[in-house]
């Protein structure tokens, strides 16, 4: 009687088993791809307090002081400078400094122009100024009056005070923050051709000192 051999079972790679666990790791691979969570924390951080500081010119008689224009924008009255009777060709020297308190550096220019008080009266334009940096020389004090300001002119030559307003400081002059200017003055002159018409005349200086901050 022949022998039949038994069947022989075909082996699948990827059999039930190896099946169940493929499927099982690709299951596992996508859950790890699409669980990506991770832990988060904030802190809010607080600063002290931000201010801002001030650029203050303070102008006074002398680099002694006392000072005046104390806090930005203010005036300052230079009552000294007064000229009592002036007349043709005399001419008076005056004090002024310039000081920076604030924090920053700056540079200013000056100008003149008519005051108002009191009211000006002069006729035509008889009444000049020189700003130089140095010190009066006011040992003249017998007519006619000839006082001089020692130091460099801060302009080429006399400026004639108008209405309208006068540079008298050809180039700004810096001051650091915390510096004093050297000290300045001021001449007051009125010139030789001045009408007859400006006999018993009166008039106020107005200087005006522009400050602007140095940033570099």
Known sequence: MARHAAPRRRVWFG????????????????????????????????????????????????????????GTGTAFSASHVTVPNLTPSEAYAFPLAVRNVGQADFTYTATVTQGGSPAWTFVGTPI????????????????PVQQTCGG????????????????????????????????????????????NANQGRQGQLRFDLSATQVTS
């Open 15 to 70: 059999s039930g088993r190896t099946r169940a666990v493929l499927s099982l790791g690709v299951v596992l691979a996508l859950g790890v791809a699409g669980t990506t969570a991770y832990w988060t924390d904030t802190a809010a951080v607080s600063t002290g307090p931000v201010t801002s500081g001030a650029m203050d010119l303070q102008v006074a008689q002398t680099t002694a002081g006392p000072w005046g224009a104390v």
């Open 152 to 195: 460099t002119a801060l302009t080429a030559s006399p400026v004639t005070v108008t209405a309208g307003s006068t540079i008298v400081t050809s180039a700004a002059r810096r001051v650091d923050a915390g510096a004093t200017d050297a000290q300045l003055c001021v001449l007051v002159s009125m010139v030789s051709t001045a009408d």
């Open 128 to 143: 000049q100024v020189q700003l130089y940096a140095g010190s009066p020389v006011t040992v003249d004090t017998t007519y």
